[in-house]
């Protein structure tokens, strides 16, 4: 099984940043996709970033439009986490943030959540 441990949520005005880590563990494998998602209140979750690896390199990166030029997902594989700097924040970008991997042998595995408040 995978576990996701998600961390660096938190409050923040407008236009400021924050960044957000998830480390997974367990039996990830050496070909994965991590990611973020996120859903507001009254909202379907919806896609962040996503970013794959195969072996030691990394792989494909896809961002929701809405966050190009603003969010930058990266990874280190030698910690199995996946980072998402988040800059330029919006009132808009409140969600709760939730990491995402999907293993071949596992499957679709969720963290718990962090919550990300920005003020206007």
């Known amino acids: 099984q995978v576990q996701l441990v998600e961390s660096g949520g938190g409050l923040v005005q407008a236009g400021g940043s924050l960044r957000l880590s998830c480390a997974a563990s367990?039996?990830?494998?050496?070909?994965?996709?991590m990611g973020w998602y996120r859903q507001a209140p009254g909202n379907e979750r919806e896609l962040v970033a996503t970013i794959r690896t195969i072996g030691s390199s990394i792989g494909r990166t896809i961002y929701a439009d809405s966050m190009k030029g603003r969010f930058t997902i990266s990874r280190d594989n030698a910690k199995n986490t996946v980072y998402l700097q988040m800059n330029s924040l919006k009132p808009e970008d409140t969600a709760v943030y939730y990491c995402?991997?999907?293993?071949?042998?596992?499957?679709?595995?969720w963290g718990q959540g962090t919550q990300v408040t920005v003020s206007s």
């Open positions: 367990g039996s990830i494998g050496s070909i994965n996709t």
């Open positions: 995402w991997m999907r293993t071949p042998r596992w499957g679709e595995t």
